[in-house]
């Protein structure tokens, strides 16, 4: 087949593992290929958004998460921050250098967040002001206004170099982390090698195969023995395949139901429609919160490989726990539907209020099997309580088209703090995948302002809770509720039995990628 055919070529047999147990080749074997799902649409550059959701593997960031993920340093050795909270020092490594030999230096920092800034990509970096480069080894960043959530973008954005920086690069990247560019046929794989200039220890594994599969064809490979850790929906987390074992990882990967918040009438300026006078009514939005049940989501739909979903950012310090909600309360939902005046008056089993009945569209990506089972499985859940949901699937290219006016399964997730502002932000509606469903809220918008412009984020916390809810108000399901939150998943894969990935952190959006994020030590063991 053709997978097959792709393994022989960059010279990879799918028998290894048979031929490593009989002793014929090496006992450590130093080539990879891994199946961790689709291949970047724009590319591997960093300063358009590559590596946003895990490691960019080609470019050293000047900061980095460790597996508690607190703070820790990559290239940079130290850091100052005024008291006023608008300056920000960073001093870096004098031993690091890209991967066609040239040193890296504050320079080329610079230019990667300045350009960064210019690509108006999803990388919001207007908050900076100024760059300046003070010698080779120190860079300072001058904000417009203090920022708390500043660090986070210097662990973000992978490192390029000015030197070397085209049109192509995106295509062909250099960088300075860990493994180097070798070779990527759009479409089928991406070949990567250990970089030597790495100033970090080096990789025991000297190639890496990555190969863009199917989820279905993922699995297919895993049981044909021709990868050695593939990335899988829950679905197949249970099964065995001999040689391999499954490995399920903590994530802050969530899966919700976006809102339309504001009734129909308006367009984008591309035409596309705003607003759905189903969703926008907040009796709906919190009788189908209180009627899901997210445990047995948990159990039925992700076979045990997640945990109820309650927020965006459940668990993570900046989240506020008193947020929860007693869940798979029909009878509640009932009574609040009714209470706001949603009868069944045609006794069809569907809900009306003033002539529109309590039926909408919900949306999925046509190609992910476990959104699809989610929107199927909520659709089944809310029809005791009468409200209809019919749901779709359909490409990104058709749901960007109407995700403003059509409830949508997205699914977000970060060590950020931010994403609670592209998520709610009146800042970002409609602006690229951020807050579709034009939600606004003044309250929440002036915790946001508190929470931002805090000077740390031990100070912003409270800040992030009240908008959440202050007892009065907030974006969780207490108080407007724009998004149903499911499940937080599980990431399952499925890893080759002599393969040592190390302690992995709590994974970010994004099954698949995020597991390289310490890829460098990885080992395999006799």
Known sequence: MAFALTLFVVGCAPNSAEQIQEGTVEEVKNELVLALGSEPDTGF???????????????????????????????????????????????????AVFSDGEPLTASDVKFTYETAKESGSILDLTMIDEIRVEDDLTIQFHLVEPQSTFIHTLISIGIVPEHAYDDDYAQSPIGSGPFVF??????????????????????????????????????????????????????????????????????????GIMFPFVARGETTEDGYPIGNDVTSDLAIRQAINMAVDRQALVDGVLEGFGTPGYSVVDGLPWWNPDTMIEDGDLEGAIQLLEENDWFDENEDGVREKEGLRAEFRLLYPSNDVTRQSLALAVADMLKPIGIQIDVEGKSWDEIIQLMHSEAVMFGWGSHDPLEMVHVYSVQYAGV???????????????????????????????????????GKTGFSTLGDAPWAWLVNLEHVYFVHERLDIGEQPIQPHGHGWPITNNIAEWTWNE
């Open 45 to 95: 550059d960093p300063t358009t958004g590559w590596g946003r959701y895990g490691s960019p593997l080609f470019q050293s960031t000047l900061f980095k998460r460790d597996n508690n993920l607190e703070v820790d340093y990559d290239l940079a050795t130290d850091y100052e921050l005024s008291s006023d909270g608008l300056v920000w020092t960073v001093v870096i490594r004098d031993d």
């Open 182 to 255: 070798k070779q990527w046929d759009q479409g089928q794989q991406l070949i990567v090698e250990a970089n030597p200039y790495y100033y970090g220890p080096s990789s025991e594994i000297e190639q890496i195969t990555f190969v863009f599969l199917s989820e279905d064809s993922a699995f297919a490979a895993v049981q044909a023995g021709e990868v050695d850790v593939a990335s899988v929906p829950a679905v197949f987390g249970l099964q065995e395949v001999a040689g391999m074992r499954v490995e399920s990882m903590q994530s802050v990967d969530n899966r």
């Open 432 to 470: 690229d995948w951020f807050n579709p469903g034009y939600y606004a809220n003044e309250t929440v918008e002036h915790y946001f302002n508190q929470a931002l412009t805090a000077l740390t984020e031990e100070e912003a916390i409270d800040y992030w809770q009240q908008a959440q809810w202050d």
